[in-house]
């Protein structure tokens, strides 16, 4: 998701000008007499603004007891997670209501996700041995020829960065449907909706064979921690085979590339 650098007033190096139509996402947060708090959420924020059309900058956002400055509003949250705390905040310019109201209520979304303790489950086909706790667990009823199981039955919510064909789109349909899992095709963090993560307190992540997705997994990771404290566990799967790459020809339809709206 393209950004740009926030602009800041010439004589005060915190102070940031934005302009109308655009909101500023904190990439950290800035405070007098206080550490600097990071936004590793940043991207999940922009993510949830850019689906209700609204133009975003990112940058540093210093937050003081005076929520109005400069024709600035900032509205800011800080949470506890795993390593410390994290942030998440934005800057609209005063007069313009109409973003200001709409920032307002994708933060909100993004705070309503946030607080609680999860769990990561990152599917790994490095290793050949079950993953830790497979055998026992009493939702993990994989048959010997669904190794994505392991992920599948131990989620409340599967995430798969990448792209697939409408065959992997089904291949995951059906394992979704056999340990009742909700999953969703995504590019990053950015397209995860807020209202996904609500009952979910085990999220499985998977990457597909595309080129980045690796990288984009370790991001959707970051931004997840970055809603509170998170305990990451790799799930070595046996021959995991990742969903493949799209093939030209054979896009999705929205139905088949997620089994939640």
Do not use: Y
Not at 128 to 145: I, V
Request: overall charge positive; proline content about 8%; glycine content about 12%.
């Amino acid at each position: 998701m393209p950004v740009s650098t926030p602009r800041r007033a010439a004589g005060d190096p915190h102070r940031v000008e934005v302009a109308p139509g655009t909101v500023l996402v904190a990439d950290r947060l800035l405070g007098p007499g206080r550490p600097v708090i990071p936004c590793p959420a940043a991207d999940l924020l922009a993510g949830e603004l850019c689906r209700r059309d609204v133009a975003t900058r990112r940058g540093p956002l210093r937050v003081d007891n005076v929520a109005t400055t400069h024709g600035i509003v900032t509205l800011a949250g800080v949470l506890t997670a795993t390593d410390g705390e994290v942030g998440l905040g934005i800057a609209t310019a005063h007069d313009d209501k109409g973003v200001g109201l709409v920032a307002r209520t994708a933060l909100a979304a993004c705070l309503a996700a946030a607080g609680r303790p999860r769990s990561l489950l990152r599917a790994s086909s490095t290793g050949s041995a079950t993953p830790d706790g497979a055998g026992d667990a009493q939702r993990d009823t994989r048959p010997p020829h669904d190794p994505l199981g392991a992920v599948f039955g131990r989620s409340d919510l599967v995430l798969v960065v990448g792209s697939g064909d409408r065959a992997d789109a089904r291949r995951l349909a059906d394992i979704g449907r056999r340990h009742r899992t909700r999953w969703q095709f995504i590019a990053g963090a950015g397209d995860i909706r807020p209202h996904w993560l609500a009952d979910g307190r085990v999220i499985g992540l998977v990457s597909t064979t595309d080129d980045g997705s690796a990288a984009a997994a370790d991001a959707v990771a970051a931004a997840l921690a970055g809603l509170g404290p998170l305990t990451v566990t790799d799930c070595s799967v046996p021959h995991l085979r990742p969903v493949g790459p799209g093939r030209p020809g054979q896009a999705r339809t929205s139905a088949e590339a997620s089994s939640m709206p």
